[in-house]
């Protein structure tokens, strides 16, 4: 039987405009294909913290526009938007991409809602950055507006919103039937749109969902064998950017736990990355957590470079 993979595109490795993002799905896309290429069924998911930050900019500027009618657009909204531009951009470079190479497959953005808790404490403090990096300048701007702010992994200020975990996969029957059909599906965009469930009613709520969890709840209810956590660093670094930094091949979960505890992994950007990595890897026996460079998904899971994180 062909192996699983989930693999979670980190939202920065998307670029930070449209532009950028036709170039980087191009990329993205020959990253993919190498893996199906290969032989895996794959499952594609990605972050949206510099689209998210754009799109909710764009609505609030919008928002403004009219004095005399005032208009709100919900954070969750603003997720729902960049599933759908981004899953479009990707779903076409994939699907070239694999014609190119002589492949005919059935590509599905599935619009995908996750249920969060109410009573998160995350919601308290806000951790997931999203936007652009600011200078000092727009920095004072971004206060002034109030705004909660984080320097983020010593690459600049950025805004930062609540990220509250995910518990459950609305559209999860959907994604195993589709799966279950041969598609390749493009799901839980962003984290996926954050609901609570009220009754029979599914309300939308201001935060984003880190992707690397959701995509560890995905791979664990679809019981893949992988979970590729693709991102702009080739592996996971001890004592990153400082003296004694060391790069990770191997690892076990107990290991990258300690780590974990000695606060090797900046929040918002690599512990949440190391902590999916982890969730799912204990999650049950042969499952296989690996972070590596968008570029190197074929190396990283023939051993060949990246941090593994085994049980
Ligand atoms: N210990 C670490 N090892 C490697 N990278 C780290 C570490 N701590 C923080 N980082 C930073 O985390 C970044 C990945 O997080 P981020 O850019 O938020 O991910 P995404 O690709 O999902 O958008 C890396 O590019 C690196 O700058
Ligand atoms: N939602 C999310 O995790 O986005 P990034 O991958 O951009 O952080």
Redesign the pocket.
């Given at each position: 039987m062909k192996k699983r993979v989930v693999i979670a595109l980190?939202?920065?490795?998307l670029g930070n405009n449209l532009p950028e993002q036709m170039i980087a799905v191009k990329n993205t896309s020959k990253a993919i294909a190498d893996l199906i290429v290969e032989g895996y069924d794959v499952v594609i998911s990605h972050?949206n913290?510099p689209q998210v930050g754009m799109i909710n900019e764009a609505m609030d500027v919008y928002g403004r526009s009219n004095p005399l009618h005032p208009t709100f657009t919900p954070l969750s909204v603003c997720v729902a938007m960049s599933q759908a531009y981004i899953g479009y951009d990707l779903q076409n470079a994939l699907k070239e991409e694999l014609l190119d190479r002589g492949i005919e497959k059935s590509i599905t953005t599935v619009i995908t809602q996750v249920r969060v808790d109410e009573d998160d404490p995350k919601f308290l403090n806000p951790t997931k950055?999203i936007g652009h990096f600011m200078n000092e300048e727009e920095l004072k701007f971004a206060k002034e507006k109030g705004f909660q702010v984080i320097e983020d992994?010593g690459?600049g200020y950025r805004r930062v919103v609540a990220s509250p975990l995910p518990k459950e996969i609305i559209e999860i029957k959907t994604i195993k039937n589709l799966l279950n059909s041969g598609e390749i599906v493009i799901t839980c965009g962003g984290g996926g749109i954050p609901v609570i469930r009220q009754g029979h009613h599914l309300k939308g709520v201001s935060a984003v969902i880190d992707k690397d969890f959701a995509c560890s709840v995905l791979a664990q209810e679809i019981d893949a064998d992988y979970l590729i956590i693709l991102?702009?660093?080739e592996k996971?670094?001890?004592n990153?950017g400082k003296p004694g930094e060391k790069w990770l091949e191997s690892i076990t979960t107990d290991e990258a736990k300690e780590y974990m505890n000695q606060g090797?992994?900046?929040p918002?950007?690599?512990l949440p990355k190391v902590q999916a990595a982890v969730d799912f890897a204990s999650s049950g026996d042969n499952r296989t957590a690996l972070i590596t460079l968008l570029e190197k998904a074929k190396d990283g899971i023939n051993g060949k470079t990246g941090t593994v994180i085994k049980k």
């Open positions: 980190g939202g920065n490795a972050g913290g950055p992994s690459r991102t702009a660093v996971v670094a001890i990153f090797h992994f900046a918002g950007s690599m």
